[in-house]
């Protein structure tokens, strides 16, 4: 198994305030003040920016590695029915990719479902994504049905732990 994790952005780019600085007050404050969001005072504040360019700089890593190396399939990895703008754009970004750059090569899930009886056609690489969640479950019950797990820093981090204890 292979974990690639997009490592220039996400939380670990470190863009956060203690609850008690002078920053985090301003922020504290825009947010009230320009976007009606109320956070506590002893609120500390981190914020977590995925961008378009940097997933699709790591797809293409990931998706080029994976057929060079006739391995069988990538997992993208996600929160992205929660954390819908930056891990959600994760998921769509990289599939955006899968499909408009590698569409020779690569085929999804939902397509194996609906179009080959659950089968993947010879020579593809299956493109699939799974949430963080069960991911972990994943990891431990069927580790066999993964082979490369695409992933923003945090995830990819997290992952990579698991499956060094499994």
């Known amino acids: 198994m292979v974990i690639i994790r997009e490592n ?5 780019r470190g863009i956060e305030w203690s609850w008690d600085s002078p920053e985090a007050a301003k922020l504290r404050k825009f947010l009230k003040d320009e976007l009606k969001i109320e956070l506590e005072d002893d609120t500390g504040i981190g914020i977590k920016p995925i961008s378009k360019y940097k997933t699709q700089r ?14 069988r399939s990538v997992t993208i990895m996600h929160k992205g029915n929660i954390m819908k703008y930056t891990e ?4 769509e970004w990289a599939y955006e990719v899968a499909l408009k750059e590698f ?3 690569i085929v999804t899930e ?3 479902n609906k179009l080959y009886g659950g089968k993947v056609p010879p020579g593809k690489l299956l493109v699939n994504d799974r949430i963080a969640d069960n991911m972990f479950q994943q990891i431990i019950t069927r580790p066999e049905n993964y ?4 992933a ?9 732990d698991a499956a060094g204890a499994s």
């Open 88 to 91: 959600g754009a994760f998921r």
């Open 147 to 150: 082979d490369v797990i695409l």
């Open 110 to 112: 939902e397509e194996v």
């Open 8 to 12: 220039t952005d996400d939380l670990y």
């Open 103 to 105: 569409r020779d090569y």
């Open 152 to 160: 923003p820093n945090l995830n990819g981090d997290y992952i990579s």
């Open 58 to 71: 790591i797809t293409r890593f990931a998706l080029r590695f994976a057929i060079e190396n006739k391995r």
